[in-house]
C-alpha cells in the first residue's frame, strides 16, 4: 500500500516531462516516419517496375502471337493448295513402305516437298519444320519434312512425340491447337504445334499437321526487350510446363497452379534467393511469360534513395531538437515566474502589479499572469465581502427558521396537551412535555452545526408530539447506523423535510402516513458516503415545486458540503423519498 501511494505521490519536472515529449512525439515519429518514406520509396519502386514489367511481357506477348500467328497459317493450306490435300489424301489411303516405292506417293511427295519448303522459306524463321500424321493407313508415321531437307522422312511417331501426347491429340477438337515440348531435338526449347485436319466433303479426320516452332524465337524477342543482368524470364505452356528459360537453373521452376491471368510483383522464393515476379498470360494461345526480378536488384536501386531520405531526416531532427530546447527554455523561465507568484502569494499584503509583473516572451503565458493577477484581486475581494455577507445571510435564514418552528407547533402542541390533561393521561402528558421542552431547547442552541443522531433525536421527538394529534394516521420509523451519529450536518436539516412530508404526504381519505429516516455509511473505491433518506407512502411529491423549506435545506447543504446530492425518488412502497448523499471526508 505504501509503495502503491508513493508511485501516486511521484512527481515529474516539466523539464523532464518536455524532454520525454521531445522524444516521444518527435524522435520516435521522425524515425518511424524514416522508416515508412523508405517502405513507400520501395513500394514507389514496386509500383514503378510492376508498371514496366507489364509493358514488358506485353511486348513480348505480343511479338510472340505474331510470330505464332504466321505459323498456324499453315494449317489451313491444305484447303487452298492441292499438291499438300493429294498427300494428305495419300497418306490415308495405302500403306507406306520405308523406301517410299510407290510411284503415286512419290509423285505426290515431290509436289508436297516444293509447296512445303515455299512456307517454309516465307515463314520469317518461325517453322522449322513440318510433319503429317496421317489418321487411318500409316497412323503410327510422322511423314517429316524439315526446313533444308531434300526429301520427306518418315519417323516413328513417337520419336517425334511422347506416347501421351499421342494420345492428347487423337481426342483433340477440330479447332484446338496444342503445344508439346518436341522428342527429338538439339535445342531443348524446341517445341511442337500440333492441330487435327479433317476431309471438307466427308469430314472424316485426316489427320494431325505438326510443326516445329524452334526455341530461338523467345532468344530473339528478349533481344529485343533490356533486363537486369540478374533478371530471369520463364515462358510456360498452357499446361504449366516450361517451354523456355532465359538460365537454365530456373529449367525446373514450377510456380503453384493458378488461374490468375496475371500478377504483378509477387514474392518467390527459388534457388535461395527472393524474387519478384511478374506474369501475364497470351491471351490467344495460352502461353504463361513470366519475368522474374531478384530482391537484390531493387534494394540496390532503393538504397541511394533511402540514405537522401535518412539525411534528410536526420537533420530534420537536428532542427526540431534546436528549436524544442529553446521553448523548453521559455517555458520553463514563464511557469518558474508564475509559480513565484503563486507560492508567495498573501490576501493580506498589497500588490503593486507594476513592480512585479515580470516581461514574458511567450503570449500564453503572459495572458495566464495577467489572469493571476486580476484572480488573486477577486479573490481578495470575495473573501471581504462577498463569502462574509453569504454566511450572514445563512444565518439570518437558520435565525428565522429557529423563529419559524415555535408558533409553527405551539398551537397544535397546546391543544394535544390540553386533550390529555382531560383524558386523565398523566404519563401522556408528561412525555409530550419532556419532548416540547427538549425541542425547544435544541433549536434554541445556537450552533450552525448538529450530529446526524441530534438531528434524529429532534425529528424523533417533532413526530412524536404529532403522533398525539394524529394517533393511528402516522407511523414513523428512525433507523441510524452507529457509524454515521456523529457525522457532522447543519443543524435542522431533517425537520423541514419531515414537516413537508406531514404537510403535503397525508391523504384525505385517512389511510396511515408512514414515515422513515434511515442513515447509512457506503464504502465506495477511493472515500465513503454517508446516505439520508427521509421517505414517507403518502401523496407523491411533484419534481420542480420546491418550497421555501427544501429550497433553503439544499443551499444550506451545498454550503457546507459542495460535493453532495439531493435528489427525490420512488423506492419500494414509499411514493416519495428524498435522499441526500455526502462525500465522508474524514
Known sequence: MKRKRDAIEKKYSLKYLMCLFLGLSVCIPFFLIGCLVISLFKNRILESYALNNRIILQSMSGHFESQMDTATTFFLQYLFDDDISRFYRILNRYPINEDGSSLEYFRAQSKYRMAIN????????????????????????????GKYDNSVQQYQAEKILERNYLERIKNAQLREILFFPKQTTQNKYDFMMVKAVNHIETATRWGYVCINIPGQIFADILEQIQIPEKAVVLVL???????????GDFQAFD???????????????????????????????????????PQSVIFKESAASAVFVLILCFTALVIAVGLFTQMIYNISTSVDGIMNFIRNYNPDRKRDMTEEKKINKIREFSDIEEALYKMADRIDYLIKNEFLLRIAQQKAEYEAMQAEINPHFF??????????????????????????????????????????????????????????????????????????????IPKLLFQPIVENAMKHGLKPNGETLSIIL???????????YVWIAIGNNGVPFKPGKKGVGLSNVQERLEIVYPESAMWFQKLFEYDTVCCILIKDRS
Not at 515455299?118 to 519434312?145: H, L, Q
Not at 402542541?413 to 412535555?433: P, Q, T
Open 118 to 145: 515455299k512456307y517454309m522459306t516465307t515463314g520469317n524463321g518461325v517453322m522449322d519444320g513440318i510433319g503429317f500424321i496421317p489418321a487411318r493407313e500409316n497412323s503410327n508415321i510422322c511423314f517429316w519434312m
Open 255 to 293: 510456380r503453384e497452379a493458378t488461374d490468375d491471368k496475371e500478377y504483378m510483383g509477387e514474392k518467390i522464393r527459388c534457388k535461395g534467393e527472393t524474387y519478384y515476379g511478374y506474369s501475364i498470360m497470351d491471351s490467344v494461345y495460352g502461353f504463361r511469360f513470366i519475368y522474374l526480378l
Open 518 to 528: 434511515k442513515a447509512i455509511r457506503i464504502k465506495g473505491k477511493k472515500c465513503g
Open 237 to 247: 505452356f498452357p499446361d504449366g510446363k516450361t517451354a523456355y528459360t532465359s538460365k
Open 411 to 488: 398551537n397544535n402542541v397546546m391543544n394535544s396537551l390540553m386533550a390529555l390533561n382531560r383524558m386523565d393521561d398523566k404519563k401522556g402528558l408528561e412525555r409530550s412535555i419532556v419532548c416540547l421542552s427538549r425541542m425547544f431547547r435544541y433549536t434554541c442552541m445556537h450552533d450552525y452545526q448538529s450530529t446526524v443522531k441530534d438531528e434524529s433525536n429532534f425529528v424523533n421527538q417533532y413526530l412524536a408530539l404529532e403522533s398525539i394529534r394524529f394517533e393511528k394516521r402516522l407511523r414513523f420509523t428512525i433507523e441510524i447506523e452507529e457509524e454515521v451519529e456523529n457525522f457532522k
